[in-house]
């Protein structure tokens, strides 16, 4: 596992999309990508565990497995504010938090950019 590990404190990054066989029986899942990240995460979960999204359309479509599987679901809504924005411009200026950009489009590519498939990364659009 050491070759999947960082130096910013032993996090994983998503460098291997199929994380499922790097870990198992955990107890808090917290989804931020969406796709079927949500579903994969389902498998690494005990029961009696917990998958927490911060995407609203995440929780309705695993309802059934996951009562199968006595995990809870719960959804998670964060609102932007001045100093939390700040607080991650800062993290993102010393390097500790980095975007995973998956294409740069032109702003008259902006339909193709919408339409880009989500998973580990985002699109954006590059205005110079």
Do not use: C
């Not at 990240?37 to 929780?59: D, H, Q, W």
Request: net charge negative; aromatic share 4%; charged share 15%.
């Amino acid at each position: 596992m050491s070759n999947h590990t960082d130096t910013l404190g032993g996090r994983l990054p998503l460098a291997d999309p199929d994380f499922t066989h790097l870990v198992g029986d955990v107890d808090t899942v917290v989804e931020v990508i969406g796709g079927d990240y949500p579903a994969r995460a389902l498998n690494i979960l005990k029961p009696g565990a917990i998958l927490v999204s911060t995407l609203p359309s995440t929780p309705a479509p695993l309802k059934t497995d996951a009562i199968e599987r006595n995990i809870r679901l719960a959804g998670l809504l964060v609102e932007a504010d001045q100093p939390g924005m700040t607080a991650l411009a800062d993290l993102a200026r010393t390097s500790w938090l980095m975007p995973n950009i998956t294409a740069a489009f032109l702003p008259d590519q902006v339909a193709t950019a919408h339409s880009t498939k989500s998973g580990p990364g985002k699109p954006v659009l590059t205005l110079v």
